[in-house]
């Protein structure tokens, strides 16, 4: 909390000299709640919004059961929907900018499932939600880790989560 407090302080000194403002949501993305509370308290603000950059991130050091469901939950299906929330709540500016951080191990090569990978590369922006919780169900629920996903890679459901993170910002830029 002290950290936070630190940042929040040097970040809002630094954009106060550029006549900025910036506002600072407390957000756990494990928390469907948490997510309606923060879009409400920026709407109660009376504020719009010019940049939202999601940079939330839930690794672990292995797999192990429940990890897919907050890994996919946290990365990106909550991530998606506050993102969702406040386009569809008219709470951006009009050239709004939505940032959403990934990393190089969000890809598809986590499955060694040639179908699942193949739903992967051909989903639309609408199926991509119930792709996410096939996954978790595939990982956390029949417990296939070990039997669908590449040995190479330490985090699968990381993986997974910020490739459909990166789907959606291909897919929502094409459809713009």
């Known amino acids: 909390q002290d950290a936070f407090e630190h940042i ?3 970040l ?7 006549n900025l403002n910036l506002v600072f949501v407390v957000l756990d993305l494990l928390n469907k709640d948490s997510v ?8 109660s603000q ?3 919004l010019d940049v939202v950059i999601n940079n939330a991130s839930l690794v672990v050091p292995k797999e192990y059961p429940g990890i897919a469901g907050e890994s996919i939950t946290t ?8 993102t969702d929330l406040l386009l569809h709540n008219g709470m951006l500016q009009e050239n709004f900018r939505i940032i959403n951080i990934s990393s190089m ?3 598809v090569t986590v499955t060694t499932d040639e179908g699942l990978r193949k739903e992967f590369t051909t989903v639309g922006i609408d199926g991509l939600d119930d792709l996410a ?3 978790i169900k595939l990982m956390d629920v029949d417990n296939k880790t070990k039997e669908l996903t590449n040995a190479k890679f330490l985090h699968p459901s990381y993986g997974v989560s910020k ?3 990166i789907c959606t910002n291909k897919m929502a830029t094409i459809q713009m």
């Open 8 to 10: 929040k302080s040097y």
């Open 12 to 18: 809002s000194q630094k954009l106060n000299n550029y």
């Open 36 to 43: 309606q509370a923060a879009v409400n308290q920026i709407n």
């Open 46 to 48: 009376d504020i719009l």
């Open 75 to 82: 990365n990106f299906l909550n991530t998606r929907l506050f």
């Open 105 to 107: 191990l969000g890809n």
């Open 133 to 135: 919780h096939k996954w």
């Open 163 to 165: 490739f459909l993170l």
